[in-house]
């Protein structure tokens, strides 16, 4: 059964960069072809996917936040992170990592974390 944990601080100031960790057990993060993304949902709003990283380490971004996104991994902790830049209030989420896979082209997410929540306010 695949896991994933995130965790990183719930409170960031404006222009800072908002940092969290998805921290996965029970499968590699670089087994093919599965992708880890990071999902994140505003209070009242839906889920905004922002960006993804792939068993083979290559990343792609959601295009409104791709200047402010970047994803990383550490293989040797089975870790994939989130750097966010230049947070405003409008960041404030609940933030998620998520694995799926690519199904007929489109993406298909089978396993969550549970969601940190991260409130941007000085």
């Known amino acids: 059964q695949v896991q994933l944990q995130e965790s990183g601080p719930g409170l960031v100031k404006p222009s800072q960069t908002l940092s969290l960790t998805c921290t996965v057990s029970?499968?590699?993060?670089?087994?093919?072809?599965?992708?880890w993304s990071w999902i994140r949902q505003p209070p009242g709003k839906g889920l905004e996917w922002m960006g993804v990283?792939?068993?083979?380490?290559?990343?792609y971004y959601s295009p409104s936040l791709k200047s402010r996104t970047s994803i990383s991994r550490d293989t040797s902790k089975n870790q994939f992170s989130l750097q966010l830049s230049s947070v405003t209030p409008e960041d404030t989420a609940v933030y998620y990592c998520?694995?799926?896979?690519?199904?007929?082209?489109?993406?298909?997410?089978?396993?969550w974390g549970q969601g940190t929540q991260v409130t941007v306010s000085s």
């Open positions: 998520a694995r799926g896979f690519l199904w007929r082209g489109l993406p298909k997410y089978e396993y």
């Open positions: 990283i792939r068993y083979d380490d290559s990343t």
């Open positions: 029970g499968g590699s993060i670089t087994t093919s072809y599965y992708t």
